[in-house]
């Protein structure tokens, strides 16, 4: 069993940063891909970022390439999204997922799969 517990969220100015949290407790090593999604009213919950634990990158939504970067620290435990240039569009919920299948997702074109989902920290971003 994974528990993951997302901080960091809250409101923010256009072309403003937040820097988001996820702290991974329980078989952390079964974790082979560490996630963030985001699901705005209205549409469907996607895909914004993914890392493998080796540290490589897995994902990066189109829309967030070159503003979100995703990290890891494997010794804290914990993933992060750091979110510059925020845009009215980035506003959602967002959420932590951990992948433990132990795949590799070829050419960075999907992020990676999810058993695991945090609850969820709302961004809101605002003009």
């Known amino acids: 069993q994974v528990t993951l517990v997302e901080s960091g969220g809250g409101s923010v100015q256009a072309g403003g940063s937040l820097n988001l949290s996820c702290a991974i407790s329980?078989?952390?090593?079964?974790?082979?891909?560490m996630s963030w999604f985001r699901q705005s009213p209205g549409k469907e919950r996607e895909g914004v970022a993914s890392?493998?634990?080796?540290?490589?990158?897995?994902y990066y939504a189109d829309s967030v390439k070159g503003r979100f970067t995703i990290s890891q620290d494997n010794d804290k435990r914990t993933v992060s999204l750091q979110m510059n240039s925020l845009e009215l569009e980035d506003t959602a919920i967002y959420y932590c997922?951990?992948?433990?299948?132990?795949?590799?997702?070829?050419?960075?074109?999907?992020?990676?799969?999810?058993?695991?989902w945090g609850q969820g920290t709302q961004v809101t971003v605002s003009s």
């Open positions: 997922a951990a992948d433990t299948s132990g795949r590799r997702y070829a050419g960075e074109a999907r992020p990676c799969g999810t058993k695991y």
């Open positions: 890392i493998y634990r080796s540290g490589d990158i897995a």
């Open positions: 329980g078989y952390f090593y079964d974790t082979s891909c």
